[in-house]
């Protein structure tokens, strides 16, 4: 990957350069002088990506990540780019290759050879004994470049609080770029909540060890046909949720007239069990595409999205309140009315480290957690 890049900038820097030859010799108009000096400005900075590129940062992590405290990722960065103003990002995966968490951007100064990015760990993050495997990046100029992966293993030594909140959790891939879903301006349909969920029976699964605050919206949305176990008495708790599998629990939930299969998108596949659910979330107006021809079937729904089907389900404001999380710039301008709602009712909340995480995907346990929320404030 290396070798390719480093060719790829040199073919782009003789394409520059032939260009701007082409201007200084042939070229006599106006704009001769700004030309040649926005050409200069693109060698510029593939000169300085080769710098880069061969200058790369090092990395390290903390010993194991200690569960319920913080872990932290050490970037040095070498002489030859100490100069430079520019970001680091870290990802931590599982071993399917799930992104557990990311760190937002943290800047590197010009002229410290230094920074640390330090990362909160959960149980619902992780669990003794998982093999994390970290990747980390290098930002300059709107390039990311990778540095590299390694890995840590996850332990405990304490028994961290246990988080009593509704919020969800985890992260999306590492594109965090993604323009999220489209929504309506027309009102939606008014929602018409199913029988309320049953607590009265026992919990059916064995795997809800640390989940005691989403134990009632899981054994209640299970009794009242909301959600389904895996099988084998397991809910997997940890296992993320789908922008389609989100829908269906909300179909569900307001009790929408689900039968309906035909879809305009090109990745809902009309005999598919999802397909009837994502069109009933589309005609109600609680959710529309990530494009017109595109609804975004098997991606994990972001927690600003999940806000926003809810909020459009709901059809309820005045309950909002001033964000003032750590990274609300992160929040995208079609779901700020939407998540200060949703933290108005209650319904979510942040991290302890004072973030929301907009971008984050939501557990099977926090999607059930947000859904029988929201059915109490509209039952």
């Known amino acids: 990957l290396h070798i390719l890049y480093k060719t790829y900038l040199s073919s782009l820097k003789t ?3 032939s260009l701007y030859d082409d ?3 042939n070229y006599s108009g106006t704009y001769k002088e700004y030309m040649l000096s926005s050409i200069e400005k693109i060698i510029n900075k593939i000169e300085d990506g080769n710098v880069v590129s061969d200058n790369l940062p090092t990395f390290s992590i903390t010993n194991g990540i200690n569960i319920g405290y913080s872990w932290s990722v050490s970037v040095k960065r070498r002489k030859a780019i100490i100069d430079q103003d520019a970001t680091v990002q870290v990802y931590a995966y599982n071993s399917k290759g799930e992104v557990i968490q990311n760190s ?3 800047a590197f100064k010009a002229g410290d050879d230094s920074v640390s990015v330090s990362l909160p760990s959960t149980t619902k993050m992780y669990k003794a004994g998982d ?5 980390c990046y290098y930002k300059y100029n709107d390039i990311s470049y990778y540095l590299g992966e390694d890995t840590v293993t996850a332990y405990k030594t304490v028994n961290p609080n246990k988080n009593q909140g509704g919020s969800t959790g985890g992260n999306t891939g590492g594109d965090t770029n993604g323009s999220g879903t489209v929504y309506p301006s027309s009102a939606p349909t008014e929602p018409n909540p199913t029988k309320a969920p049953n607590f009265a029976d ?8 640390g989940y005691d605050w989403a134990l009632e919206s899981i054994i209640g949305l299970t009794n009242a046909g909301i959600v389904n176990g895996m099988g084998d008495n397991k809910f997997d708790p940890s296992g993320n949720v789908t922008r389609e599998q989100f829908c269906k629990m909300v179909v569900q939930m307001f009790g ?7 879809s305009h998108f090109n990745d809902v596949d009309e005999t598919k069990w999802y397909a009837p659910y994502v069109t009933a979330a589309v005609n109600a107006g609680y959710v529309q595409g990530q494009s017109d021809e595109y609804f975004g079937i098997g991606e994990v729904i972001m927690r600003q999205d999940m806000a926003t089907i809810l909020y459009r389900a709901i059809n309820k404001s005045g309950d909002g309140v001033i964000l003032e999380f750590t990274d609300n710039s992160d929040i995208a301008a079609y779901a700020k009315d939407a998540v200060a709602e949703l933290v108005g009712l209650g319904v979510m909340n942040g991290y302890e480290d004072g973030s929301f995480k907009p971008r984050g995907s939501a557990t099977r346990a926090e999607a059930s957690k947000v859904i029988y929320g929201t059915y109490k404030i509209v039952k």
């Not at 093999?131 to 990747?135: A, C, L, N, S």
């Not at 929408?256 to 035909?262: G, K, S, V, W």
């Open 15 to 17: 394409i520059a350069q």
């Open 23 to 25: 201007v200084n010799k």
């Open 104 to 106: 937002s951007e943290k």
């Open 131 to 135: 093999v994390v495997h970290v990747k």
């Open 202 to 209: 026992e919990n059916p699964y064995t795997d809800l060890d």
């Open 256 to 262: 929408l007239d689900a039968t309906d299969t035909t």
